[in-house]
């Protein structure tokens, strides 16, 4: 297929009739840190691009009090220079300034985050620690789905993401983050665990959502880890048993892989960093 036309949507209306028209021969440009790359290596050949970078609804962080949405459109540069997200957030302020150089945060979007499907995608552990929303919108309508199912029926031909949304944690609540990568600067994530926790006053785990990145065909919830530590207090042994509980997890999904050997030893350090995080952090963050 050879791409013969570029449009540029002024609002989501226009976008989603223009998906509408074309379906499967089109493809939504973001920041195009990805798309233009696939482009390039010729493993997508769309016939039409849609360039939705002049559309301000999304690229809008919107706090109502309760929740937070954020737009397809919001970089992650936007979420690290928003001080929504240096309390309690910490954890996707975090994910989100360790993706790639400055540059890819500049035009790099939250949406197109989701979209690609990596499983290795920085920012969406945090957001399913958070229990996110996606939001794609049709000419059928809205359709609304937990990011951590969105990967089993993801964005489909005549859908646009439009938002990403999430419940504000509470004055008890800190979510943390942890990458491993290959080089400190530009690497894409070999392993991410992203855990929210919240704690009563004895500081015993009352909540807990965990989710990983690279640890399968996408980012998920390890619920195993979750049921562990639940009703715990966090110590060095309360660690050891939720890194089994995701070991003899992984050993189960990653059956057979050749990654499995090295991905066992890493998660050790990776998990315990950020369960760490969150106790030590438990007493620094503030009311929102």
């Not at 706090?63 to 954020?70: H, N, P, S, V």
């Not at 979510?175 to 491993?180: A, H, R």
């Not at 929210?196 to 065909?217: H, M, P, T, Y």
């Not at 050891?240 to 499995?260: C, H, P, Y």
Request: with cysteine; net charge neutral.
């Amino acid at each position: 297929m050879t791409l013969n036309q570029v449009y540029n949507g002024n609002s989501i209306d226009e976008v989603v009739e223009l998906l509408g028209k074309y379906g499967k021969e089109a493809k939504i440009v973001a920041g195009g840190t990805d798309i233009v790359i696939a482009l390039k290596n010729e493993k997508i050949s769309p016939r039409v691009l849609i360039d939705i970078t002049k559309i301000d609804e999304l690229k809008k962080i919107e706090d109502d009090g309760e929740y937070i949405t954020l737009g397809a459109g919001v970089t992650f540069t936007q979420i690290v220079e928003n001080d929504i997200f240096h309390g309690n957030l910490r954890g996707l302020y975090k994910a989100c300034r360790m993706v790639g150089s400055p540059q890819i945060r500049n035009k790099g979007t939250i949406g197109g985050n989701i979209a690609n499907g990596s499983a290795a995608a920085d920012s969406i552990p945090p957001l399913i620690a958070l229990g996110s929303i996606v939001s794609l919108v049709s000419s059928d309508g809205v359709r609304e789905i937990p990011l951590e199912d969105y990967y089993y029926d993801q964005v489909r031909d005549n859908e646009l993401l439009r938002s990403i949304r999430f419940k504000k944690p509470k004055d008890n609540q800190v979510l943390n983050f942890s990458k491993l990568g290959l080089r400190k600067a530009l690497a894409i994530s070999r392993l991410t665990t992203a855990v929210l926790l919240e704690f009563d006053e004895n500081n015993i785990i009352q909540f807990v959502r965990a989710a990983s990145g690279a640890l399968g065909k996408y980012p998920m919830r390890e619920i195993e880890v979750e049921e562990y530590l639940l009703g715990k207090k966090i110590k060095n042994e309360t660690i050891d048993g939720a890194v089994d509980a995701l070991q003899i997890a992984m050993d189960e999904r990653l059956k057979g892989r050749s990654t499995l050997p090295y991905k066992r030893t890493a998660i050790v350090s990776i998990l315990r960093e950020t369960l760490e995080s969150g106790n030590e952090s438990k007493n620094e963050v503030g009311a929102w």
